[in-house]
Nanobody, 123 residues
Framework: QVQLVESGGGLVQAGGSLRLSCAVS????????IGWFRQAPGNERELVAA???????NYGDSVKGRFTISRDNARNAVYLQMNSLKPEDTAVYYC?????????????????WGQGTQVTVSS
């Protein structure tokens, strides 16, 4: 059974940075595609960033150039570096492992979600 635990969220001022982490257990991370999603109140969950098992990446249009997804297969961990944060980045952020990566999107695995970590960006 795959377990995902996100951490690193918090309150930050606009223009600041945060680094989210996702600890993965029960899965061999290096063979899997990974993704970060976010959900703000009243909104649907949206894809933020994704990475294939081979290291290719794609990003949501609103975060391109500001966010970077990465992975450490030895540590079984996934990261999301978020720079130049904006108030509209405020949301709960979730990681997902084992979905299907494509050049333009990532289809999440329905079973492999963490509990999420809250990111709040003040203006």
């Amino acid at each position: 059974q795959v377990q995902l635990v996100e951490s690193g969220g918090g309150l930050v001022q606009a223009g600041g940075s945060l680094r989210l982490s996702c600890a993965v257990s029960g899965s061999t991370l290096w063979i899997n595609a990974i993704g970060w999603f976010r959900q703000a109140p009243g909104n649907e969950r949206e894809l933020v960033a994704a990475m294939s098992s081979g290291g290719r990446t794609n990003y949501g249009d609103s975060v391109k150039g500001r966010f970077t997804i990465s992975r450490d297969n030895a540590r079984n961990a996934v990261y999301l570096q978020m720079n130049s944060l904006k108030p509209e980045d405020t949301a709960v952020y979730y990681c997902n492992v084992g979905g299907t990566y494509s050049i333009s999107t990532y289809y999440p695995s329905p079973a492999n979600w963490g509990q999420g970590t809250q990111v709040t960006v003040s203006s």
